[in-house]
């Protein structure tokens, strides 16, 4: 099989036709045209469905982009590998973190790349998972953080590699906590709750746990963001949820109490990446680790 050929069938469907694709790699279009051809003649097959002067990939033709993709993500991933190889430089690690997940467990999540004993450069990004995708389908990111595997609604070829999982505290402020006559989960009905934006994982949850507990609570604030959350709680503003295996931080000053845990609530945590073979370095130290934390036990 002849790489150019199939090179040049790949640029073509990615772009949608024969024009743009000429545009992007500065190849005439009849040239295009006349290799496609020829690699139609190899497999025996037609490729494209030509409808006036559009293109549809056949049932081989998706087949074969599928592998066609792969394969050319696969060495232009190569190139970055290699390109990237440490010659007494640090090694660059492009990381996006969803804005859902707790800065301090996305700490404890990244905490392995940066424990290498070869130098790294971390460059993080935050930002809502699909924007974050959108980076990454471009390779502006060598991973990303989430709460929640690839969204099947999200149109980026990525895989998921699932990391852990943690339960569900409720912490407050302790001017709030004295005013409950109620235990946990009954208390949350008097209290104003915080909760994690409707694009987050651990808010489907909490609704579903809500739900099932027949808990009518008041909702004062939704944030995207779980710094900003955590900072209304401590200020006294509402009750907050966070993953169990950060309550020791938090009761730690002193400024907050915790109410109790959502046993059945599991929040898993996610890193996302385009390439189902990982090789980066700091991308396998992440995949690989469970030095993260483990779930507290539920305390009264």
């Not at 790699?25 to 003649?41: A, D």
């Not at 209304?232 to 169990?244: D, K, L, M, Q, V």
Request: include cysteine.
């Amino acid at each position: 099989m002849n790489l150019k050929h199939l090179y040049y069938f790949w640029k073509v469907a990615k772009h949608g036709g024969v024009i743009r694709a000429g545009e992007a790699i500065h190849i005439s279009p009849q040239t295009l045209s006349g290799q496609i051809k020829l690699l139609e003649e190899q497999f025996g097959t037609a490729l494209f469905d030509r409808k006036g002067r559009s293109l549809e990939l056949t049932a081989a033709g998706r087949l074969a982009f599928e592998y066609a993709d792969e394969m050319f993500v696969l060495g232009a991933e190569l190139d970055q590998v290699i390109r990237d190889f440490p010659k007494g430089r640090p090694t660059e690690f492009r990381v996006g973190v969803a804005d859902a997940i707790p800065k301090s467990l996305a700490y404890r999540l990244l905490r392995p790349a940066v424990r290498l004993p070869e130098p790294v450069r971390i460059i993080c990004r935050e930002w809502r998972l699909d924007r974050l995708l959108a980076e990454l389908a471009l390779h502006r990111l060598d991973l990303v953080i989430s709460d929640s595997p690839v969204p099947s609604n999200i149109d980026v070829r990525a895989y998921s590699h699932k990391l852990g999982k943690s339960g569900l505290s409720f912490l407050a402020h302790p001017k709030l906590v004295g005013q409950l006559s109620e235990s946990f989960p009954r208390c949350l009905n008097q209290l104003p709750l915080l909760l994690p934006g409707e694009d987050s994982s651990m808010r489907r949850k909490l609704a579903e746990w809500l739900d099932k507990m027949r808990l009518q609570v008041s909702i004062a604030g939704e944030f995207d963001d779980a710094a900003l959350m955590v900072a209304f709680g401590r200020e006294g503003i509402g009750a907050f949820p966070i993953p169990s295996v950060l309550v020791d931080e938090y009761l730690g000053s002193g400024e907050l109490q915790l109410l109790g845990e959502a046993k059945q609530v599991q929040i898993e945590y996610f890193a996302l990446s385009v390439q189902r073979r990982l090789t980066h370095p700091c991308v396998l130290a992440i995949t690989s680790s469970k030095d993260w934390g483990v779930p507290v036990a539920s305390r009264r």
